[in-house]
């Protein structure tokens, strides 16, 4: 599996790369310039083959019996693909979209389930587990994910991760390892690990609950062969609600989302958490433009609408609201909801809208990208931006963020403000002040050009 890994980092990387930790891209100059690189990443991907692939017996384990192995990724262990994706066999697994996900292995539910389903492609799931009393919780995890996911058809590949302190040989103690220093969720370790063990050319970086519209998988595919392959610097931008836990479903077409919008059962993601983090122009216009698709089976009624009908019905109801519209308002918001919500909208050929600039420092786009963008931060501290730094390194790079008109996604339940955590936020902040000195540093070094193009750091 390492090997396939390391000749896929080797195409990604030997023409575009940015690395979180060297913060070296590689830029082709030539023909030998293209050798030399190669040369040297053959060279780092067989020393990496041999650690993660050792024949020590010390390093092999068999887990309902599979035989795994477990490698070190800085402070944790990793086993991955303790479920295996059999889609990764298709001789056309590389071109698809990866949906990268991540989480705690104490939210695990029947979400997940509801999640695969929604998603056509290959998904690649990181969960955390804590370092204490290991052998339980490991084998405890295993078999929930497996139990909740027992039809996923093929799609899903789960990775297992935990902090650990010492060699990873040392692994499954009877009692664990009690870590002091994990009282934050390691977000971005997750996602990160869940896209290295990715082997697609596209990818999808999202959080738990996420679900998504009717043949999102297949009309994105249409557009990254269009416009990623020919610019590696462009994203291709969805938009994102949330839905009242009390809507009888989750919107999944356009019109049944834009009935639950008027009725305000769906805002935009995160519409009273964080106002605006989430937001995209002209969403009313959006909302009316009207709907055309051809509706496929679902094997399973979700909770979530799916459809842009569905969602509009639930978002008039109060049932959906923009991603985190209560939580952080505006975190997730794009400008005319209302525009979307009404225009006409084909769920089999992807139409692109405009392109938007980064010029709000909260902004948190959802997108979908090359597997070639920068890795997520990890000195970001989880709940505070650990996911939007991403995007401030991405205006940095000149990355192009452009929305695509007919595809969503929505999270059942409407987070609010008070749902904060205080404890873990005053944790974080200290935390969070570093890592913004040190990842300003890190982006005047790279690219001091493109500093007064974007939105000022928090000080």
């Not at 060699?167 to 390892?177: A, D």
């Not at 935390?431 to 928090?458: H, N, W």
Request: net charge neutral; charged share 25%; proline share 5%.
């Amino acid at each position: 599996m390492y090997e396939i890994i390391c000749l896929n980092l080797i195409m990604k990387y030997t023409f575009q790369s940015y690395n979180n930790d060297s913060f070296t891209r590689f830029v082709i100059v030539d023909l030998t310039t293209i050798v030399v690189k190669i040369s040297m990443l053959i060279g780092i991907c067989k020393y990496f083959s041999v650690a993660m692939n050792s024949t020590d017996p010390k390093r092999e384990y068999f887990i309902f019996g599979m035989r795994t192995r477990i490698f070190k990724y800085k402070d944790y262990c990793v086993l991955p693909n303790i479920i295996h994706s059999k889609m990764s066999l298709s001789l056309n697994y590389y071109k698809r979209i990866t949906l990268v996900l991540h989480a705690d292995h104490k939210f695990l539910d029947e979400t997940i389930f509801y999640q695969v389903d929604a998603w056509d492609g290959p998904i690649s799931f990181a969960v955390v587990i804590p370092s204490t009393n290991l052998n339980k919780t490991l084998f405890a995890t295993i078999e929930k994910v497996r139990q909740l996911v027992a039809d996923a058809k093929g799609k899903l590949s789960v990775h297992i991760v935990y902090r650990w302190p010492a060699n990873c040989e040392e692994v499954f103690p009877e009692h664990g390892w009690r870590v002091l220093s994990s009282a934050l969720y390691p977000a971005n370790t997750a996602r990160n690990i869940a896209r290295m063990l990715s082997r697609t050319k596209y990818l999808l970086i999202a959080d738990y609950a996420h679900i998504f519209s009717l043949n999102f998988e297949r009309q994105m595919l249409k557009l990254a062969e269009e416009i990623l392959d020919v610019d590696s610097k462009t994203v291709l931008v969805f938009r994102i609600f949330e839905a009242n836990t009390t809507a009888s479903s989750v919107p999944r077409d356009k019109h049944t989302l834009y009935e639950a919008y008027k009725k305000g059962e769906v805002i935009e993601f995160h519409g009273f958490y964080s106002p605006g983090t989430h937001s995209i122009p002209d969403l009313e216009e959006w909302f009316k433009r009207n709907v055309s698709y051809e509706e496929p089976l679902l094997s399973v009624t979700l909770p979530v609408p799916r459809d842009k009908h569905a969602l509009y019905e639930a978002y008039k109801k109060g049932e959906v609201i923009e991603f985190h519209g209560f939580y952080s308002p505006g975190t997730h918001s794009i400008p005319d909801l209302e525009e979307w919500f009404k225009r006409n909208v084909s769920y089999e050929e992807p139409l692109l809208s405009v392109t938007l600039p980064y010029d709000r420092l909260s902004w948190e786009p959802q997108f979908v990208s090359l597997a070639t963008i920068p890795f997520h931060d990890e000195h970001f501290p989880y709940t505070v931006k650990d996911n939007t730094v991403l995007r401030w390194e991405m205006c940095r790079l000149k990355y192009k963020f452009v929305l695509v008109e007919n595809v969503f996604m929505v999270h059942p339940g409407i987070k609010s403000y008070i749902d904060r955590n205080e404890r873990l936020r005053g944790i974080a902040k200290p935390i969070f002040e570093s890592a913004v000195v040190l990842f300003e540093k890190r982006m005047d070094e790279c690219c001091p050009e493109t500093k007064i193009i974007c939105p000022e750091l928090p000080s």
